[in-house]
């Protein structure tokens, strides 16, 4: 079934556990392996040309970050998450990045604001020419700088395995969805709130895009699974 539609893995300093566990996690972003979807590990393996050994490895990771379920005696899935999993995971969320972005106004320094200046217009050139997948790799390194400032590495932690776990669920929304300036309009008041290093702003900030973020997420999965 994902026979020539995911690649064979390269040499790589990487470990092979490593790449494909990033094949299979890209693969479910992509929507290459949909929610509920039986993994054939034989195919898989085939597929990126490995051994069963890293990928069983790699879906095991995988199942710790919420992407996967394995299901003794009947195999792996992928994972499948209702509306109310989804609102708790951004209700967690916005609580863990709201304090961490409270944290880091601050002590946010010029270079930091310098740098977030910069991919806040890299994200705005990604989206106006629909290069969905440069503006994912931009907006987190724009709000992970954020939350790194709050210096905290087990939060950071924190957010990184929650951010991973929503990015399936956005990644696909941004393919239906022209919502750009809506984005960046969300995007430059969290700009704004830490160019003047409003604590409160930019938590607020943080909870209110991550709040239209869930609202357009839920239509997606309403219009996609009426």
Known sequence: MIQNRIQPIEDTKKTITAMVQERVRQAILDGLLPAGLRIDQNQLASDLNVSLVPVREALKTLEGEGFVQIIPRRGAFVTQASMNDMGDLYFTR????????????????????????????????????????????????????????????????????????????????????????????????????????????????????????LVGVREYLIAEHP
């Open 94 to 213: 916005q609580i863990l990045e709201g304090q961490a972005a409270y944290h880091a106004a601050t002590k946010l320094t010029d270079d930091h604001l310098k740098t977030l200046d910069e991919l806040f217009d890299k994200m705005g050139v990604a989206l106006q020419q629909h290069e969905y997948r440069s503006f994912m790799k931009e907006n987190r390194a724009f709000h992970f700088l954020i939350y790194n400032a709050a210096e905290s590495r087990y939060l950071s932690n924190m957010i990184a395995s929650l951010w991973e776990l929503a990015e399936r669920y956005r990644y696909r929304y941004m393919f239906l969805k022209d919502q750009g300036e809506i984005i960046q309009s969300e995007h430059r008041t969290i700009l704004d709130a830490c160019h003047v290093r409003d604590s409160k702003a930019l938590r607020d900030a943080i909870v209110y895009h991550m709040e239209q973020t």
